[in-house]
């Protein structure tokens, strides 16, 4: 399989791609299934004027949030910017642009650039101010919505375990955008917990086929913020 | 006398049905998975890539990597099973999840429903509410019959966004029970000792009250 | 979870759900992955004037050909009809009307259906016969065709191991059309090599989630018949 | 003297970096998977959902849920993987697949490629030619110059159904490598003794000669 996928670690794999302006999307849902490292890499950088796509840009100051108070993103498409903020507070003093998309419509565009279609006809978003300058259509008599899709300069995901052919497998709910934006992007940076050897995932067990992965490293020791710890008392029932 | 929230959570819960799948919104209508009834069995869907969602964990058992919508620490039952975000909303827009219960802002007669954003107010994002709006079987609307200051929340057509036209089928508030019936609100259950005449009050369209109702 | 999807078998599995003239979705591809069993239970019914969709409609008289044989398929739509002579018999004498897709696009109308969508725009087939009678559009600087979803009244699909909430785990290249068809119907009939416990599978290694399948029976011996049966000698490389 | 089959499939594999992912067509294409020069990895792809596919299977692995595009009983190399249709059109469409090499039928020297059904003859069906021609990054074609009958296949403009317009970068045939580029086709390579004037002859377009083909 194509070769030397295989980095030391973000800094490694993240070398030669990052520049000022450029698009860059993350799979991370929340504080959960960020490609941490990779973030922490591209505050490092000090890249300017980045396009963020992303379901959330990060909340409460972490995730993505780390890019923002670097002032390091200038505009930002997600469904969600509630719990976060240093992007509220960015967008309301207009020096980050954000486009709002609904969360259904922005996997579903990321899948659509990541699968080389045009664009697609969704009924999410009609007679709503998403609509707005959009082609909206009548098809079978039901109303759906022009949406076109999404391609980025780079895609940073995280999966738990890859193989050094890019071959990855995601971990419950961590899953969310990382495996659509991999599909997306012109270079995809896989950061996993754990790196196994050639040919140890069975083809059936593989979430997301290498071919989508052009860069991989191993991140052990991942934060994993919780954003809401919410529990239930050891007795009975919730 | 008006009924609390838990009895509009457990009114909200009578309406589903054995083997459905079911996605509850953010705030109040979660709650309705604890007012399941007896014998009932429900999937709860959660649109970040969830089927199967169980109650919150003990303590011991939080997994960052388990979360639901809002964020939360969740459990996933026997039977569950996670994927990617392009597949849930799949399940949604294409008319698998049978019934989404949602928090509103206002529906209308029309079935319009506004509840992502009030104009002047900073926004949250609509996140997956447009898509379970416009996409569930099945939507039923949560909410108070009206705002803290009076004004109507079910109304003849939406002053605010809309999150969705034509998708809500009933409307569940302190008061009663209401169907969007076109051109007016249908009252198909009133809670104990609310009158007819409050319920008018308190609605920005006219209600129509089924016979039975009492 | 929804209760009651276990059936004991193809019979009780489709009881109330065949009749004349519907529209049949199945998962194989060519003589792989197919659910034999509901093949030969639909063939047993005697119903007729089908519309199949599926990449094939079985080849060289198996799998879905049987139905083909029994005369009851007035309509395929399909990507490919070599290999299967009942097939070329029947549309060559205008008894069975034939509609090509691309494979490709025939896989995303299939997906389309299943996720609400009103139809995308797709490269492929623009300037061909495939074209013709669809909207051609420039998207960005290239041209798009515009391509609708597919529906059907059932679809009858073939898995390795289910569990009672419909979870279904597929083998190797029996995967193919099989996770799409499942999601595109009214009612989805799943036959599984295996049906494992409630709550077997991990929720991780889940290829397609329960929602999409309302019923579930399991068969065991199926006869995986091979189309060509290519091999190498025991000793050196191919 | 022309090339043989056998010289047409190494000289198209010829075209394979280290590190590609490759779709090989139905047919001759095919065979290029046994000539990848040595210290070149390629990871092949079938379209029925399938990357990583290997070698046909000794007697004694056959397993006839293995099969390729063409269904063929094969097998998959360590790191290979299995995935949807959906999936593996994805690849195709999305400019995943670095290289495909396919049969062909005839070639314009606008790009165009026919290989997929000639009218009067049953079709078998495009199964996933379209797709391929018009999605994968860059679309080798690899065929006899000419028909048995002498009529040629690489042509001013397509008389046969299209497959896709504009797809083919280069032609491998038994004269020679050829490019199509707008007008005419570019001659970058001939087989050996085999003269212009022969290919001028045997191709029913312009040709022009590269100044270092000899």
New interface residues.
């Given amino acids: 399989m194509a070769s030397n996928k295989v980095h030391a670690d973000a800094s490694a794999a993240l070398a030669g791609l990052l520049r000022d302006g450029m698009t860059i999307m993350a799979g991370g849902f929340g504080l959960s299934g960020n490609a941490e490292r990779c973030i922490d890499e591209i505050a490092r950088s000090g890249v300017r004027g980045l396009h963020i796509i992303s379901n959330n840009c990060g909340n409460q100051g972490q995730g993505l949030a780390i890019l923002l108070k670097g002032r390091q993103v200038a505009r930002v498409l997600c469904s969600f910017i509630g719990g976060n903020p240093d992007l509220a507070e960015q967008y309301a003093a207009g020096t980050v642009a954000v486009e709002l998309s609904p969360q259904g419509t922005l996997a579903e565009r990321i899948r659509a650039g990541g699968a080389g279609l045009g664009g697609f006809f969704t009924p999410t978003g009609v007679g709503t101010s998403v609509a707005e300058g959009k082609e909206v259509r009548d098809i079978d008599g039901k109303r759906y919505v022009l949406e076109k899709p999404l391609r980025a300069d780079l895609a940073i995901v995280r999966a738990a375990v890859g193989d050094p052919d890019g071959n990855l497998r995601f971990y419950r709910t961590a899953r969310a955008f990382n495996p659509l934006c991999a599909t997306a992007a012109r270079v995809t940076v896989a950061e996993v917990d754990h790196l196994c050897g050639k040919g140890e995932l069975d083809p059936d067990d593989i979430h997301l086929p290498g071919i989508f992965v052009h860069r991989i490293f191993e991140a052990k020791d991942h934060k994993n913020p919780i954003e809401f710890r919410t529990t239930r008392p050891t007795s009975g029932t919730p | 006398m008006s009924w609390s929230q838990d009895q509009m959570v457990a009114r909200a819960a009578a309406e589903i049905a ?4 079911v996605n509850l919104g953010i705030g109040l209508p979660t709650e309705v ?2 007012r399941i009834p007896p014998g009932v ?1 429900v ?1 709860l ?8 969602m169980g ?5 011991a058992e ?7 919508a ?5 459990t ?22 049978d019934l989404a219960i949602l928090g509103g802002l206002e529906v209308a007669v029309s079935g ?1 429903l506004a509840n992502w954003t009030v104009p002047g107010k ?10 379970l709006a ?2 569930a079987r099945r939507v039923i609307v949560l909410q108070t019959h009206a705002a803290k200051n009076g004004a109507a929340k079910l109304v003849r057509t939406l002053s605010l ?5 034509a998708c809500t089928s009933r409307v569940i508030t302190d008061l009663g029970v209401f169907d969007p019936a076109g051109d007016h609100f249908k009252c198909i259950e009133r809670a104990a000792n609310v009158t007819d005449d409050e319920i008018t009050a308190k609605t920005g369209a006219t209600v129509r009250f089924a016979p039975t109702v009492g």
């Fill in positions: 054995d083997g459905m799948y998975a604890n069995t999937t869907h959660s649109e970040n890539g969830l089927l199967g109650p919150f964990p003990l303590d939080v997994d960052p990597q388990i979360i639901n809002g964020k939360q620490t969740v996933i039952l026997p039977g569950g099973s996670v994927f990617d975000s392009a597949l849930s909303f799949a399940m949604i827009r294409g008319g698998h999840i319009d900073m926004t949250t994002g609509m996140g997956g509410a447009m898509d416009a996409g966004p809309a999150t969705a036209l």
